[in-house]
């Protein structure tokens, strides 16, 4: 069993920048992938919207990564053309708006074009760096979601003990329901001072278990059990496929506690629709 929740994280430093890359998903319905990545990797946007496809099928993924670029005493120019463009142009707005004060140093050096690398940093060089860093990060993000799978999985199968063993307790006492009524209606007719046969109570007790009788369901409940172990066994996502089964197996501890007012029947569906609920709340990060 394979969680949507997920966490990786690498960081690559070079002489000239430093990468960090983060990827984290959460639960989602669907597969919804959310890509941020500086302007010099732009180009392969696509390239790692199919690599996250791959990696995860259900759930939203965000992959996010950060350039840095290392700039020393010697690695900037200035490139005096573009100064005085900037100073011409500031210039001009300053009288346009009547504004007081003159151009300094500090309005024009953050201007673009004013300060140059003498060796830029190519986006190939960027894009090597990130690709070589790809495979452990997947590896981590992989071995994040498998690790809370399993703790999703032991929860799961510990609340499905909880259902086996209320759909066991209800099905040995339903056996005694036919008895149960049998003499209910002996007893009713008893109070009425009726004469009747053991024919007419037969057929009154058919009815009730055609109205009471809770059998199908507990058949119906005990299959969709077995089912959700074989899924267990399965390879790939089942997030839905389980949820599925949840809902089916809500339909039958509604219908059987619906349908019979014994005491302790209704103590155990009480007890079988809070170990669903909880599946169904765990069941909800599994992809």
């Known amino acids: 069993m394979i969680s949507m929740t997920g966490f990786a994280f690498t960081e690559t430093q070079t002489e000239k920048f430093v990468l960090a890359v983060e990827l984290k998903s959460y639960n989602n319905r669907y597969l919804d992938l959310f890509v941020t990545l500086p302007p010099v990797l732009a180009r392969w946007e696509g390239k790692l919207r199919e690599h996250l496809a791959s990696q995860a099928l259900r759930g939203r993924v965000e992959f996010t990564v950060r350039f840095k670029e290392k700039l020393g005493a010697n690695s900037l120019r200035v490139d005096a053309d573009a100064i005085r463009s900037w100073k ?53 993000f992989a071995a994040t979601r498998r690790a809370e799978g399993e703790r999703l999985e032991t929860d799961i199968r510990g609340q499905l003990a909880i259902l086996r063993d209320g759909q066991a ?35 009154e007790t058919a009815v009730l278990l055609m109205r009471s009788g ?13 089912a959700c172990e074989v899924l267990f ?55």
């Open 88 to 140: 011409a142009a500031l210039e001009s707005l300053r009288q346009v708006a009547k504004l007081p004060g003159k151009i300094t140093w500090a309005d024009l050096a953050d201007r673009p074009g004013v300060l140059l690398a003498e060796d830029p940093v190519k986006p190939e060089e960027v894009w090597s760096a990130l690709e070589s860093s790809l495979e452990s990060l997947w590896a981590d």
């Open 169 to 203: 307790a209800i099905d040995a006492r339903s056996a005694d329901m036919e008895e149960v009524f049998r003499e209910t209606l002996k007893r009713k007719f008893a109070e009425l001072a009726a004469e009747v046969d053991d024919n007419r109570i037969a057929a």
């Open 214 to 226: 809770i059998h199908e369901e507990l058949v119906r409940l005990k299959s969709h059990l077995e």
């Open 233 to 287: 066994q399965e390879h790939g996502p089942i997030g839905k496929r389980l949820d599925f089964l949840c809902q089916e197996m809500g339909r039958e501890i509604n219908t059987i506690g619906s349908k019979t007012t014994f005491s302790e029947v209704q103590q155990r569906v009480v007890a079988l629709k809070d170990a669903l609920e909880n599946i169904r709340e765990q069941a909800r990060n599994v992809e």
